[in-house]
């Protein structure tokens, strides 16, 4: 059995005390750019896990999570696993590779783990993590409901002539109840998502990456089956109580995954196009603002499904050509 590089081990260590001190950093006071750092922590190990490998990986998340447990507390470690576990296995998705020949392709490739694979097992599993964090801590409408009950009164301070509706309360009440599992999905989505695509450049302009630069807009696409889950998601919350938290979640991380698409799909289709750029920016910042925009790239996603797999030589290869197939 081969024994686990020293230095491996200790470079992993160093990238799982960075990303719990940037946990940390997060926690203590909540802000909008907290996301950066929550994104920064699986960046660390997403790095070494692509560039030193699993050992590393493993050594960075398995150093996260026990200090948070033993400095801070285990729920904070639960927050830590949140993001180290996800970022540790989707390095080791990337670095994946098997013969070419095996999916039919030709003798002197190696086919590298599908980028719309790694978009779903992503989506995957940010739902079964929060459904797993929402089981902890008893998630429902007895938690969500002061909440709304907090802003009406403070509504009601600021404008003392605010009469606000029992039945657009309860109303309200039942929307945000199913709200915020579906926007945490698509912010952890989103975050993990931005942190993999930043570490494969940082490893890849390091010269450690084992796994080719991909082209984003024409390789990353759902998987064709991440639809039929979509869509279990949004049938469920039509039955209520657990079912429709649980469709909400998944709404939320698959909805991201497919909006991710969907912004790849739009960057190229408008390659080459003199109004790109303006285009882009335009499409982006109505997304953020309104509901429309946001749901037609989400369409543009669920209408443009499909697997490109990476190619490269193999070491023995005379041919230096990469290329990416679609299947």
């Known amino acids: 059995m081969k024994r686990p590089n020293i230095k491996t081990l200790l470079i992993g260590a160093l990238a799982g005390l960075t990303a719990a001190l940037l946990v940390l950093g997060a926690s203590m006071q909540p802000s909008f750019f907290n996301v950066f750092l929550y994104t920064a922590s699986a960046l660390s190990i997403l790095i070494v896990g692509l560039g030193w490998g699993n050992t590393a990986a493993i050594s960075a998340v398995v150093t996260a999570t026990a200090l948070g447990a033993v400095l ?16 540790g296995w989707l390095s ?97 989505v989103s975050i993990l998502f931005a942190a993999y695509y930043f570490a494969t450049r940082i490893v890849a302009a390091s010269g450690r990456g084992l796994r080719p630069r991909e082209d984003i807009p024409s390789s990353l696409r759902m998987n064709r089956n991440s639809i039929f889950i979509f869509l279990a998601g949004l049938a469920a919350c039509f039955f209520g109580g657990v079912p429709a938290l649980v469709g909400a979640t ?44 946001a749901l037609l790239i989400l369409v543009l996603g669920l209408s443009d499904t499909r697997k490109a797999i990476a190619l490269t030589p193999t070491k023995d290869a005379d041919t230096p050509k990469q290329s990416d197939t679609k299947i």
Request: hydrophobic share 55%.
């Open 72 to 87: 801070i507390s285990p729920s904070f470690a639960l927050v830590v696993a949140l993001v180290a576990l996800p970022a």
């Open 92 to 188: 080791h998705l990337a670095n994946l590779a098997r013969p070419a020949s095996e999916l039919g392709g030709p003798d002197h490739l190696l086919a590298w783990y599908p980028l719309s694979d790694i978009l779903l097992h992503l989506c995957g599993l940010m739902t079964l993590a929060i459904i797993a964090i929402g089981v902890k801590i008893g998630y429902g409408s007895q938690i969500t409901d002061p909440i709304v009950d907090l802003l009406i009164a403070s509504v009601k301070q600021q404008q003392p002539e605010f009469m606000p509706d029992p039945a657009a309360a309860a109303q309200t009440k039942s929307l945000i109840v199913l709200m915020l599992p579906a926007v945490w999905g698509g912010m952890l």
């Open 250 to 293: 998944v709404i939320g991380a698959f909805g991201a995954g497919f909006m991710l698409s969907g912004f790849a799909s739009l960057h190229f289709r408008t390659r080459g196009k003199d109004w790109r750029i303006p285009a882009l920016i335009l499409c982006y910042l109505a997304s953020m603002l309104m509901l429309l925009p």
